[in-house]
């Protein structure tokens, strides 16, 4: 990334009912823990082993560290566009203007248009996408047809920045 960055924006997962789910799981494993595992009785009519009720907590809380540690970073400049979801990508993707025919910004509907939110893989011709939550996004469409959707929550800067460089191409 050798030019100025003109636009730059970070995003965590925030819904609300994601954060419910991982929170109520974590607590009620905890809870089965708690009961067998430290006071010797049995948690549930069908109890899972200790080992089995503590090797779930873990695989549960490597889930929760991960949604905690998702992070979709976006970064415009002359050059062109650098998108990292970590933990997926560990360096910047680069996208140089040179390749993409059209770049703008756009409304949409990440359940119908590309089975949800996250790191989403091409359905029905959509595309790929990185969002993590809204459904306001930057439509990137490259020379050789192919698409990708990254989402933002900062969309009229970021149709500012594209158009003070020469490159809102609908």
């Not at 011709?125 to 930057?138: E, I, P, R």
Request: aromatic share 14%; charged share 20%; glycine share 10%.
């Amino acid at each position: 990334m050798d030019s100025e960055i003109l636009f730059s924006e970070k995003q965590k997962f925030s819904q609300w009912w994601l954060w419910l789910i991982l929170i109520a799981v974590n607590g009620l494993i905890l809870f089965g823990i708690f009961k067998q595992v430290i006071g010797g009785q049995q948690f549930g009519d069908k109890p899972m082993s200790n080992l089995g009720l503590l090797l779930t907590e873990a695989l549960i809380l490597i889930l929760t560290i991960l949604c905690i540690n998702f992070q979709l970073e976006t970064r415009i400049t002359k050059d062109g566009v650098y998108v990292r979801f970590f933990p997926f990508h560990f360096s910047f993707k680069y996208y140089g203007w040179n390749k993409i025919s059209k770049s703008f910004t756009r409304q949409y509907n990440p359940i119908t248009e590309y089975g949800g939110w996250g790191l989403r893989l091409e359905i029905l011709g959509s595309g790929k996408a990185f969002n993590v939550s809204g459904d306001k996004g930057l439509q990137l469409e490259f020379i050789d047809k192919k698409k990708l959707l990254i989402g933002t929550h900062k969309v009229e800067e970021l149709t500012e920045t594209l158009n003070k460089i020469g490159q809102f191409k609908k």
